[in-house]
């Protein structure tokens, strides 16, 4: 043992040198403080730090015994070892209970040497010890704390079911105090809508077989009101009272933000009415139904609400939501036995029903007097004048999609004639059937070509920070007959032409060559998105055109996001699992665009292999005036943190949005309020510097 400093408490030189000698003939070196003092004792134990005392028993106006109590005082770590000439066996036992390490008789000093290594070795275990116990504690408390602090119920259950021990969480979640919760049957407290019996042979089985717990699904418990969903894992330490631990996350706000979610995605919140996926789908239910018992004809009105974006301007949002509630009023007044109706966008409302074409020549005339009819709305008498474009299945479609189209496509036929306000469809005859028919071709044209359709990116900031840490890319078309048009102008028609994969080709490949420049330049771009069609994602060749790409513009797979539309992925959800997986096993990240404008189930949602949620911006838009879509912004960023996601939200626009989502936890925002769109030259000039949160 190197550098070991002894602390020896002896008046004799000589008894002192024997004592040295002996550990050097030992082999152990050790710095030895020689004192005979009290004051030297008490001084050394301090400045001197020593490993370890050797003391005699007796020495003038001193005692080793009176050593021993100020080493029990100042230092009781260090080991201390009687070296002395005699000592009875009372004595001896005396010093060994007051605190002695050790006692070692001068004549029998060959002792002495494996004395102090057994000393100092007791010493470093009783360290170990205390060490570990101090984490074992350190840990104990971190894990109370934890548990008292954490969202989630815990509950802890013995060998019979019964609850042991219970978190905050679950008193408050249960009503009942933590002490009463002891002793109570975990399906007593938090028992599963259906019965209690359920949630008790679950626990039964769990209890029966642990090893089948882990990744199991558990019935859902409803506590005054509250819906819980639990999770479970088994204690196998033997000779515990503690079997079972079930963890339960309330899920009430994600249920009812998603419930929500579903509403908004299928239905208009103004009237109540189906909107336009809605509407189709349940159309094409009636025909399949009607077309079982007999021949049938449908007929369908689209139609148009005029001035109400005048109206809008001058008295808001909600004086339109009063006027489309009282005009669909009066649509189902005059429609007659169960018609179908829809709020199709802001100033369309969609009605069909089963008449001919003789009788909806009384029909519509009828329903658009009854539309312009004044209207009292807030006290103020209004006039909303209307237009109709009407279709006929099956002599103008062949199935509910494409009587809508119709009935769309006989409207924008009188949008410029003022003479009649409504028409029957005629096929691809009007102005603008053949303005469809022309944009098209063009698209087809600025596909093939390389100067007209840009990409501009808009940065996705840190809501912390400020920092740029990701961009959505976003596509424009230079047209050169109708300058800059926006993506709701070509999209739909992409869309509707089968040009939605070739688009979303010429957008993939434009990223991936984009940033590869930025390379080339020295710029250290973060993450592009791309946005994905649901047609592009359903199509068949999406991961080898993927993976030409890549391969074509020397881009790394993780320089790339790909935003998907919920409803899309809900499509098929066991097949969006396989190809998310596969996309995610590329190294590509995936994030859900729009979340909450569609429909997707929290069994399908938690199975989607992805990044990041991206609140659509139709509930961060009134976040500061709508209690509503706050709660349901708080809660869909929650439900992503549970799930482990980034959440995203878009179209901030304003400080006070901004300062909203931070304090509801959301990690990034996308908006005007930190820049708008721009081209790749002006985004590069943005990289590295924060941009402005307020």
Known sequence: MNDLRILHLEDSPDDAELVHATLSLAGLAADIRLVSTREAYVDALEQFAPDLILTDYRIPRFSGLEGLEIRNRLAPDVPLIFVTGSLGDDLAVNTLRLGATDFVLKDRMARLPSAIRRALEDRDRRQAHRQLDAELAAQRELMRATLDAAQAAIVVLDAMGAIVSANPMASRLSGCAPASLA?????????????????????????????????????????????????AGALASPGRRERLVLSGLDITAQRQAEDQAHYLGNYDPATGLPNRTRFVDALAARCRQRAADEPMVMAMLM??????????????????????????????????????????????????????????????????????APLAVDGRQRVIPARAGVALLPDDAADARQL??????????????????????????????????????????????????????????????????????????????????????????????????????????????????????????????????????????????????????????????????????????QGSVALMTQ????????????????????????RFPVNRLKVDQSFVRDIVTDADDQAISRAIIAMGHQLKLEVVAEGVETGDQCALLTAAGCDLGQGYLMSRPVAAEQCAALFGKPLPLS
Not at 303 to 321: M, T, V, Y
Not at 333 to 341: F, I, K, R, S
Not at 583 to 606: N, V
Request: aromatic fraction near 6%; hydrophobic fraction near 45%.
């Open 183 to 231: 002793g109570q049957a975990f399906w007593d407290v938090f028992p599963a809508p259906q019965s209690v019996d359920a949630t008790r042979e679950r626990v039964r089985a769990a209890l029966e077989w642990p090893d089948a717990v882990a990744g199991s699904s558990w019935p859902m418990s409803t506590v005054a009101g509250r819906s819980v969903v639990w999770s």
């Open 404 to 573: 809508l189209r119709a009935a769309e496509a006989a409207l924008l036929g009188i949008e410029a004639d003022a003479t009649r306000n409504y028409a029957f469809y005629t096929p691809a005859q009007s102005d603008q059937a053949r303005e469809r028919l022309q944009l098209e071709a063009e698209l087809r044209e600025a596909l093939a070509a390389d100067d007209q359709l840009v990409l501009h990116y808009q940065p996705q900031v840190d809501l912390r920070s400020g920092e740029i840490v990701g961009l959505e890319s976003l596509i424009r078309w230079h047209h050169p007959r109708l300058a800059w048009l926006s993506p709701a102008r070509f999209i739909p028609l992409a869309e509707v032409t089968g040009l939605m994969n070739a688009l979303g080709n010429w957008t993939l490949r434009e990223v991936c060559r984009q940033l590869a420049q930025w390379e080339r330049d020295g710029v250290t771009a973060p993450v592009v998105a791309v946005n994905l069609s649901a047609s592009q994602f359903a199509a068949s060749t999406l991961l080898t055109d993927i993976d030409r790409i890549l391969a074509q513009c020397g881009t790394r797979a993780d320089r790339l996001e790909l935003e998907l539309t919920e409803s899309a992925g809900m499509r098929d959800p």
């Open 303 to 372: 139609i148009a609400l005029q001035r109400l974006e005048e109206i809008a301007d001058s008295d808001g949002e909600e004086a339109i939501a009063a006027i489309c509630t009282a005009l669909v009023g009066r649509m189902a007044a005059v429609a007659g036995d169960e018609p179908l109706l829809a709020r199709i966008s802001d100033s369309r409302l969609a009605l069909a029903t089963t008449l001919d074409r003789g009788e909806l020549e009384r029909f519509v005339p009828h329903v658009l007097d009854a539309l312009a």
């Open 583 to 606: 996309l995610r096993q590329r190294g590509l990240k995936i994030s859900i665009d729009d979340f909450g404008t569609g429909y997707s189930s929290l069994s399908y949602l938690k």
